[in-house]
């Protein structure tokens, strides 16, 4: 399992690695990745970003159809876009 884990966290941007995928020591208070540290929403915005994607659709919105089944908004949002909101959010 550790070897699974490991491997895909891998595909995410640490600050710090991990010393052990799985502390089981002190059942059943398990311990993910041990020691590293990381940051979910870096991962979701700025790496994809970094990795020349900002301009790509992140989010697709489409709205409910009206009651004669005609559709009704859509709208894309890219990761450049997204990751203004969300800062500009933060700040509040």
């Known amino acids: 399992m550790d070897g699974f884990w490991s491997d895909e966290a891998k595909n ?13 020591s002190k059942k059943p208070f398990f311990k993910w990745f041990v020691d590293g540290k990381t940051n979910l929403a870096y991962n979701c915005l700025d790496a994809q970003i970094a990795k020349g994607l900002g301009d790509k659709v992140a989010i697709v919105f489409e709205g409910e ?6 559709a009704t908004e859509v709208r894309r949002i890219t990761y450049r876009e997204l990751h203004r909101g969300v800062s500009r959010f933060a700040n509040v």
């Open 12 to 24: 995410l941007h640490w600050f710090k690695p991990w010393t052990k995928v799985l502390d089981e």
């Open 65 to 70: 159809p009206t009651q004669d089944g005609k």
